[in-house]
């Protein structure tokens, strides 16, 4: 039995004579006949707790920043009438800091062997999924003096979805992508253009590009034009090791890869190129292979979800055999990994010539820019030695991008805000060029 706090109040005022007698409330109940009874009428005139039935329903996925809807359904089947709290228990990630009491706490009433529906609202802080903990009921008797408590297991997971911030950037790099794919067709065949039609010269086309066989059944000289082949293969390896979990302003970098990784796929899947995707540091955490275009992102949104840096330096070699061994001769491998030096010097460079001579490959990387407000920070001996510090952590940056362009790599090196974008273009350079 659970007393409210009116019962204690009355229980101090009614036993206030005999109170050095007893301390306690067992006690002054004890010596409170009528108030005693009144407690034990409310409390033998609540609704069971443990009778009640539970079911929920609702939204079973939520994109990060955005608000899921769960549902749940009370059904009383006794025959006394229910006055409850109830709380609905889940992780403290579930909700933006300082709103969890007043979006998991609900009252209700349901009348006897009646059902009643209520709708918790989340707000998650993180990704990943959400699982609901406990349902907790407290009910009141008509004169709300005793209470009888008890809890539900009720399961739920919700699916905290990255939130895709850089899909804002998809229609300006489609309409790109739109003058790259034959509605500018051109005249230079390259290793990534395909044949694209038969039109007539006109002067100042390349004669290179006549098709004289073409042009023997025709009246007039035709030429050549090509376009970027589609089809083609792109592989993006997330490296999930400790310097993914590094944060760079509010945002973690794995999650800054992530969002890149989502609008380069998006990009590369309405280009026609098929796309994979490897999440690995000492083992396979996440893959998706052989996805049709329409299901390529959703995929890959729900294998990005549940994925956390680990505390481990990536094993190179290891990555660069899960590569070999998933993309196809030929393809773009688009790595997504720290510019550190030493992960780099000591990990990646002795096993890049064996990727760089099956594969395209371009390497990303989340820069911080705080690096570069620190360069400018003059005034101080404090700030001359932090500036000294960032300008030399700058240029062993710019020196580690060079030995990786030394062996054919493309570097993207950008802040959270503009890799994905700056992604999105180096990929379309490189269609541009006929890399690709």
């Not at 009874?37 to 443990?50: F, G, M, S």
């Not at 209520?118 to 709300?144: A, F, K, M, N, Q």
């Not at 086309?205 to 090509?226: E, Y």
């Amino acid at each position: 039995m659970a007393l409210t706090g009116r019962t204690a109040l009355l229980a101090a005022l009614g036993s206030l004579p005999v109170g050095i007698l007893a301390p306690s409330w067992t006690g002054m109940l004890a010596v409170n006949a009528p108030l005693s009874l009144a407690i034990l009428c409310d409390y033998a005139l609540a609704a069971p707790v443990r009778t009640l039935r539970f079911t929920r329903s609702g939204d079973t996925s939520v994109r990060l920043g955005d608000v899921a809807q769960v549902e749940l359904t009370i059904t009383n089947p006794s025959s006394r009438p229910l006055r409850a709290h109830l709380r609905d228990a889940w992780p403290p990630s579930s909700w933006v800091p300082g709103t969890e009491q007043s979006a998991s706490r609900h009252r209700l009433s349901v009348p006897a062997g009646e059902r009643r529906r209520i709708t918790t609202l989340l707000t998650p802080t993180r990704r990943g999924d959400r699982h609901s903990e406990r349902v907790t009921v407290r009910s009141y008797g008509p004169l709300g003096l005793a209470a009888r408590q008890g809890n539900h297991r009720v399961p739920w997971t919700v699916r905290v979805l990255p939130p895709f911030a850089s899909r804002k950037h998809l229609p300006s790099r489609l309409a790109r992508l739109r003058e790259l794919d034959g509605r500018t067709s051109t005249l230079i065949r390259g290793q990534g253009t395909e044949f694209d039609s038969l039109r007539d010269y006109v002067p100042g086309d390349d004669t290179r590009s006549i098709d004289w066989r073409a042009t023997a059944r025709r009246t007039t000289v035709a030429v050549r034009t090509w376009r970027p082949e589609r089809d083609r293969h792109i592989l993006v390896v997330l490296d999930t090791g400790r310097t993914s979990a590094g944060r760079v302003g509010d945002v973690p970098r794995l999650d800054a890869a992530m969002d890149a990784a989502l609008l380069l796929s998006a990009l590369a899947s309405r280009a026609g190129d098929r796309v994979g995707l490897l999440a690995y540091d000492r083992r396979v955490r996440a893959q998706v292979q052989g996805r049709s275009a329409g299901d390529i992102l959703p995929a890959m949104v729900n294998a990005f979800a549940p994925l956390e840096p680990e505390l481990i330096e990536t094993d190179a070699r290891g990555l660069s055999a899960a590569v070999l061994q998933n993309a196809p001769r030929g393809s773009l491998v688009v790595l997504l990994t720290s510019l550190d030096v030493t992960p780099i010097e000591e990990g990646l460079l002795p096993v890049l010539p064996q990727l760089t001579r099956r594969h395209t490959v371009l390497v990303a990387s989340v820069a911080d820019p705080y690096v570069e407000q620190m360069t400018a920070k003059r005034g101080s001996a404090e700030g001359v030695y932090e500036a000294a510090a960032c300008t030399q952590a700058h240029i062993q940056r710019e020196r580690t991008a060079e030995q990786l362009q030394r062996h054919g790599v493309t570097v993207v090196d950008a802040t959270p805000e503009r890799l994905a974008p700056a992604l999105a273009d180096a990929y379309l350079a490189l269609k541009a060029a006929g890399r690709l």
